[in-house]
């Protein structure tokens, strides 16, 4: 166990530094040149020149990396060139907006997904089951952006349900939450349908029940740990497909997270942004993903780490 | 200019009769309004500031020697009391205002214009408007860095300065009405270093409440402001973040008051057309020009017959259609409302035949194959199409290069790359309205240069000449005659043809129903989206 852990750790910052390489490379390569962008059109050639000097963009590709990989281990993240102001601070302010909106996301997918996929399963072949398989192959496949705009014309504009985009209550969160949540809900939805299809037709279930226990009992005693353990095990890769759905969420509703500042960044290429933000996305997402794994023996006790 | 002058006071004169309430001592202060955006606002340091979004904010919280009348293009003087002009225009000297405080209580006196002018020309500020001081004595050695103050900046005494130029400049003044010349105190600088774009201390009518990052801050009426009667709301809160789509319904909902990045393509007609938002809608001219440039340096544009038929090939109307009639077209670089713009001048007329025939006699009878770079964001990528059909119709295919703004204007900065560039999203909005603003870096040879943005590579040593003299000629009594110039100036560029000028886009601002103030103020064509001052509520009335 100890030497997994070990191992998995040792994988994850390989796989974070070669991100933080790919990243650098892509920007790098990037057409666009930064001075130009912070001396703005009215600029004189001497006077980007010099930014280019103080920023160390005229150095070699590999100094560049190697000056901001130094300012990285020492948890610096560089200074945006548009924000005027330190990447760090920039990211913290927003942090908490993202996470706040990514645990109502989990929330709502859980319960929908799993409410869905059970009722589904329950009525197997019916027009329920039908039903509810279509709204979730529609909440897979239905674009982000669209679901929101929608959500946000039927709830807020004409139902005034809740204020339209913005932050700060509880009714602020709603739908940006669905909308984020609804992607991971269809997906729950079929898993939890086939799980629990599964484990239905187990021999354990066919026991409790020629016992003569109730079906309520059997259902919620016997059958719905065992469906719903492999499916909560997922949730740590949910974490990658937040990352790329509050890009898109965070705009649509004004939500200010890191989202919407990737978002910001990448349409003005504030490249010490963009460096930041994919990097902390990247280490959640490992992060997530190694989560994932290891608490997957204690939820499956089939399960063994090697 | 003169005759601009005068329709610009008399346009605001009407405004104000118009107006609902007729002076302004009767409108009461107090009250506040909710302003939205897109993009987070990045820096409010006048030196730094130069996006859509915090340039008028950074006109609310500081001054300068000089300002422009509310709704117009009229200069005035703000924090200058009064100032001369040497014979030969070379030497300015302001006298200032007195009693004027900064946010922090200290008044502000000579030293402090002399401080910001130092500041905003050091290369350690990286200041995106330093080259608009060139012509100040001393400025070479400051951006050199042999030099830690401008030479030619003097303080006379705590009430006058005296600033020195190498040649005279007929734009100075503008130049001092700009936000880069705007008066920061020292002290509050040096306390905040490189976050003072986030901790702004000047003297304008509102000083920075709180700010809260990526979300929104509050500007809080400053009560010791000079000019008494201004500003006329207690207070503005701008949230940040809002798509232009959702910030229209909120507008439309009651929820704020101004979508400060317009109204979106999308919805232009819906919202046009339907009376309950129409009259909520005020329309302006806007100092821009939408044009498409041709390498002067590639082939085949590098003959002027090829250019002159591209902008015979092109139906300008048509576009404007495509944009819901957001604009109106141009036949010439200058916008209908700048000095110098030539009213009697008809362009080249949209004339197939007679394109085909200077292609025919450039050589190109069978037309050739070119690539045309467009912004990707709505409507450019449209516009684009439309071009690129016109120029079919001639024998020219085009392929229409999308790309990210940053790429298409580091592609148009290179001698040998995008033969074509639709200017859209990234096109010329004057900075302050002078004729020679639309002509140095994009027109002259120095903007003529890797990564500058003189993207026809277009240089005419003989017009750079001559807008030098022009711009030499200081006297306001000759006035007359350095707009003549500089017409004539703008009209021997069209012979060259180095762009098609295609449509100057005009300015629809959206405000609710509780505000109030001439129309022109929601126009302003220098306090772009609005002259926050000047804005009233009317609820508090």
């Known amino acids: 166990m100890i030497s997994y852990v070990a191992r998995r750790l040792l994988q994850s910052v390989l796989i974070l530094v070669g991100i933080s390489v790919v990243t650098f490379v892509l920007l790098y390569l990037l057409p666009a040149d930064p001075a130009r962008q912070i001396a703005g059109r009215s600029a004189t050639a001497e006077t980007v020149a010099n930014i280019r000097t103080q920023l160390g963009l005229d150095l070699p590709f590999h100094e560049q990396y190697l000056r901001y990989a130094k300012g990285l281990l020492q948890g610096d993240l560089g200074r945006s060139y548009l924000q005027k102001t330190e990447v760090s601070t920039l990211i913290a302010s927003r942090l908490p907006a993202s996470l706040l909106l990514m645990a109502g996301a989990i929330t709502c997918e859980l319960v929908l997904g799993l409410a869905m996929g059970l009722i589904a399963a329950l009525k197997r072949g019916s027009a329920v089951d039908n039903g509810l398989m279509l709204a979730s192959f529609v909440g897979v496949s239905a674009p982000q952006f669209v679901i929101g705009i929608m959500m946000l014309y039927v709830f807020s504009v004409v139902l005034g ?146 | 200019m003169k005759k601009f002058l005068l329709s610009g006071v008399a346009a605001f004169a009407l405004a104000m009769t118009l107006a609902p309430v007729a002076g302004a001592q009767e409108i009461k202060q107090g009250g506040s309004m909710i302003v939205t955006y897109k993009d987070d606002v990045s820096t409010l340091d006048p030196a730094i500031g130069y996006d859509w979004q915090n340039w008028s904010m950074i006109k609310s919280l500081f001054d300068g020697l000089m300002d422009y009348e509310p709704g117009t293009a009229t200069l005035t003087k703000d924090l200058a009391e009064d100032y001369t002009i040497s014979d030969d225009g070379k030497v300015y000297t302001f006298t200032l205002r007195k009693g004027v405080k900064f946010h922090n209580g200290r008044e502000m006196t000579a030293d402090d214009v002399k401080y910001s002018l130092d500041r905003v020309t050091d290369p350690k500020t990286q200041s995106p408007g330093a080259g608009f001081f060139a012509s100040i004595k001393g400025y070479d050695a400051m951006s050199g860095g042999s030099a830690t103050t401008l030479e030619g900046v003097t303080v006379v005494d705590p009430q006058t300065v005296k600033i020195e130029l190498t040649r005279p400049d007929a734009t100075f003044l503008h130049v001092m009405a700009l936000n880069f010349s705007f008066v920061v105190p020292k002290e509050a600088v040096e306390e905040h270093g490189a976050d003072f774009g986030k901790h702004p201390v000047g003297t304008g009518a509102f000083k920075l409440g709180e700010w809260t990052l990526g979300q929104k801050l509050v500007f809080e009426r400053n009560t010791d402001y000079w000019n008494a009667g201004l500003p006329k709301l207690d207070q503005i ?106 009213k009697t001048y008809e362009g080249y007329p949209y004339d197939v035949e007679g394109a085909k025939k200077l292609l025919t006699d450039a050589g190109y009878a069978d037309g050739f194959e070119t690539e045309l770079y467009v912004y990707n964001t709505d409507p450019n990528p449209r516009i684009a199409q439309a071009i690129q059909q016109d120029l079919a119709a001639i024998g020219i295919k085009a392929e229409i290069k999308a790309l990210a703004q940053a790429n298409v204007i580091a592609a148009g900065g290179e001698p040998d790359q995008a033969p074509m560039v639709w200017s859209g999203g990234m096109a010329w909005i004057a900075d ?84 109030g103030g001439p129309d022109a103020i929601f126009v302003d064509p220098v306090h772009i989206p609005v002259h926050y001052d000047q804005v009233y509520a009317k609820d508090v009335q």
Not at chain 1, 188 to 211: F, H, P
Not at chain 1, 253 to 263: D, N, S, V
Request: glycine share 8%; proline share 7%; charged share 20%.
């Open chain 1, 161 to 306: 349900w809740f204020p339209i985009g913005g932050y700060g209550t509880f009714s602020h969160l709603v739908l940006p939450s669905l909308t984020l949540g609804i992607l991971g809900a269809g997906w729950y939805a079929r898993m939890m349908r086939s799980s629990m299809i599964d484990v239905l037709r187990q021999d354990y279930i066919r026991t409790a029940r020629s016992k003569g226990l109730k079906g309520r009992t059997v259902l919620f005693r016997h059958a719905l740990p065992n469906a719903v353990l492999p499916v909560i095990a997922m949730i740590g890769i949910d974490i990658g497909l937040f990352m790329s759905g509050i890009v898109v969420v965070e705009s649509v509703f004004g939500w200010p997270g890191i989202g919407q500042l990737a978002w910001q960044a990448i349409q003005r290429v504030d490249i010490p942004i963009i460096m930041g933000v994919t990097l902390v996305s990247a280490c959640a997402i490992v992060i997530g993903n190694l989560v994932a794994d290891l608490i997957a023996p204690f939820i499956d006790p089939r399960i063994k780490l090697r």
């Open chain 2, 432 to 515: 302050f309205p002078d004729p020679s603003n639309f002509y140095g870096p994009i027109l002259g040879c120095a903007g003529a240069v890797k990564g500058g943005w003189n993207w026809a590579y277009y240089c005419n040593k003989d017009l750079d000449e001559r807008a030098v003299a022009a711009d030499s000629i200081v006297d306001p009594a000759k006035a007359g005659e350095r707009e003549e110039a500089w017409r004539a100036i703008y009209m021997d560029i069209m012979k060259d043809a180095p762009w098609a000028p295609i449509f100057n886009e005009q300015r629809f601002t959206m405000r609710s129903e509780r505000l």
């Open chain 2, 237 to 342: 809160i701008f949230e940040v973040g809002q798509e232009p789509v959702v910030a229209l319904l909120r507008l439309q909902n009651g929820e704020v008051d101004i979508a400060g990045d317009g109204i979106p393509p999308a919805k232009f007609l819906e919202v046009k057309d339907d009376p309950a938002y129409s009259k909520l809608i005020v329309e302006g001219g806007q100092l821009h020009t939408g044009y498409l440039t041709m390498k002067t340096t590639m082939k085949p544009f590098d003959d002027v017959k090829v250019r002159q038929a591209v902008n015979m090939a092109i139906n300008k109307e048509r576009i404007v259609r495509i944009i819901n009639g957001r604009a109106v077209p141009a036949n010439q670089p200058l916008p209908p409302t700048m000095p110098a713009y030539d």
